[in-house]
């Protein structure tokens, strides 16, 4: 798979230049079309409420929105011109959840943001990077609302348990790990992934390397900090600029409930990430 097609959310918020400067990144080293999309998020007024507000309340609210929609349109294509970039932008009425994942499902890539308790301004922010991630069926970059136009896929760490979501996450991720210039996968305690064998990792690397990825195997035993911990652990001591795992090996609910990986990445992540569900 090649990426030729990037999907990004933009808003209104503080921290969706952020994402628009990941996705810049991303775009000039792939050579990509970058979409800038756009939730028209309408806020529903219950029918009990309609009769007391004004049609001309309704009406202003209405035009500040698709106002705020353009303001953020021009700066997408002025920021995406200067940069050279092939550009289209998509203004989609609707729920920020489903508009994100039906784009993402005609991307190769979305990129989303990590969610800001300090900037929830847009209707449905909150939960939307698990329902996207979830439901959308195709690979997802999470971008930390603190990221600041860094070099993002230089050297990238791989979360390796052999399961089919992290199996996943590889070969999604393989057109950015083709051009990193150094890729760690890790298994963290492989003593309780017995089907992982006396190498662990090993053969995911080997296999990579085949498709000319600078990939080298490494594992960690420490049962004394969660796999979330210890991933973060691990990618801040080999200045990581990515992090590329599958999303959400149990079930929601029992991640939100006992702790999880998927979660603690979201909650406290440092630098971008990719997952694939």
């Known amino acids: ?7 990004v959310h933009i808003d209104a918020s503080n921290t969706s230049g952020a994402r628009l400067d990941a996705a810049i990144a991303l775009a000039k080293q792939h050579d990509a079309l970058l979409t800038g999309v756009y939730a028209l998020n309408r806020p529903v007024i219950p029918a009990y409420a309609e009769v007391q507000i004004s049609v001309d309340v309704m009406e202003a609210q209405a035009k500040a929105l698709e106002e705020t929609a353009n303001k953020v349109r021009d700066e997408f294509k002025e920021t995406t011109k200067a940069q050279g970039l092939t550009a289209a932008w998509h203004c989609i009425e609707g729920n920020l959840d ?3 994942t039906h784009e993402a499902r005609t991307a190769d890539i979305m990129i989303i943001g990590q969610h800001n308790p300090d900037d929830d301004i847009i209707l449905g922010s909150r939960d939307m990077p698990d329902h996207v991630i979830l439901s959308a069926g195709r690979p997802v970059l999470i971008v930390p609302y603190t990221y600041q136009n860094k070099a993002i896929g230089k050297r990238i760490l791989v979360a390796w348990d052999g399961g089919p979501r992290a199996t996943r996450a590889v070969h999604d991720a393989l057109p950015i790990l083709k051009k990193a210039d150094h890729v760690t996968v890790l298994v963290a305690n492989p003593d309780r992934e017995p089907r992982l064998g006396s190498e662990p990792g090993a053969r995911i690397a080997a296999h990579l390397a085949r498709h000319g990825v600078n990939a080298e195997a490494s594992h960690i035993v420490n049962h004394d900090m969660s796999p979330g911990e210890l991933l973060l652990s691990q990618a801040a001591d080999m200045r990581a600029d990515l992090i590329v795992c599958g999303a959400y090996g149990h079930a929601r609910w029992k991640e939100l409930i006992l702790g999880g990986v998927t979660d603690h990445l979201l909650e ?9 569900h």
């Open 98 to 100: 489903r508009v994100l």
């Open 268 to 276: 406290h992540m440092p630098v971008p990430i990719l997952m694939s």
């Open 1 to 7: 798979m090649t990426i030729r097609d990037i999907h």
